[in-house]
């Protein structure tokens, strides 16, 4: 009701016919006609009967309420019904601005945003100078795992790293049933490892959380670090990770002269060669 009396007779296209109207907004039965339903019906849903409802038919009814994604999501909530994904609305596409502010706020430490097919899409300084990441480096996160020698440090540590991430992809994949984006993303992996090939066939699922890694850094030598995959409500698109230095291997202070002019000095040649 509160949504319907948002919607005026003109917005919705439909003549105000002049006369003053007790109702705020549109009356239930042109709500019915907009969205191809009946007018008992829609009288019923909204009084929270128990009735038969279909996605289709809660779609109309969002389409003319002019929901909001995160409105329709609870729509569906509200009629016992799965929830569709969140979309991001035109007013959050700014958010990409406070994002890069975030990560870049992170400095000493690694720090990187990932679209939902773990594509870097934004990193901040560290990321480019600890973790090699860079315009000409490869930006699938999933791929370099499996393709970037400065992971391989440690082989009984990377190999159970390795399950973790190949899980947590297929998790992120079965968000997206039949998304030929993450299709892709599967194909190029398996051209390009058979270890990769080999882990996805175990069809193992994990949550995105957290993971620690040991990594060979060309100058400073190896880091130990513990990335953990954060989300943004609004932002379902993207994922931020951040990376802190475990204790061990003073990676803490590695990173801090990484980041300093003297490290910068240091770095003569590409991370990740």
């Given amino acids: 009701m ?25 009356r239930r039965e042109e709500v019915a006609v907009l969205a191809g339903v009946g007018a008992s019906w829609y009288q019923w849903l909204e009084q929270g009967r128990d009735i038969t409802v279909s996605a289709q038919v809660l779609d109309s009814v969002g389409r003319v309420l002019r929901l909001t994604s995160a409105e329709r999501r609870h729509l569906y909530v509200l009629a016992g ?3 569709p994904a969140l979309e991001v609305e035109p007013r959050d596409r700014g958010m990409c601005h406070g994002l890069k ?11 990187h945003i990932m679209d939902v097919y773990w594509n870097t899409v934004m990193y901040n300084e560290a990321a480019a100078l600890a973790l090699g990441m860079g315009p000409d480096t490869e930006q699938n996160s999933l791929i ?49 490892s058979a270890e990769f090939a ?7 699922i994990r949550p995105g959380g957290q993971l620690q890694k040991h990594l060979e850094h060309p100058v400073v030598g190896v880091l130990h670090l513990e990335s953990t995959q954060l989300r943004v409500p609004a932002r379902p698109d993207l994922s931020i990770v951040l990376h802190t230095p475990l204790p061990g291997a003073d990676t803490a202070a590695k990173l801090e002269w990484l980041v300093s002019p003297e490290g910068r000095r240091g770095l003569m040649y590409p991370v990740a060669g």
């Fill in 2 to 26: 509160s949504r319907r009396a948002r919607i005026t007779p003109a917005a919705a296209g439909l003549p105000d016919g002049g006369a003053r109207r007790r109702t705020p907004g549109l």
């Fill in 81 to 83: 019904l799965n929830p």
């Fill in 101 to 111: 502010r975030l990560i870049d706020a992170w400095m000493p430490f690694p720090a």
């Fill in 144 to 192: 370099s795992f499996f393709t970037d020698p400065v992971y391989r440090v440690c082989a009984a540590r990377w190999e159970e790293v390795a399950l973790e991430i190949v899980a947590q992809f297929r998790a992120a994949c079965s968000d997206h049933p039949g998304d030929e984006g993450f299709q892709a993303v599967v194909e190029e992996a398996r051209e390009a």
């Fill in 198 to 204: 080999a882990l996805w066939e175990r069809r193992d």
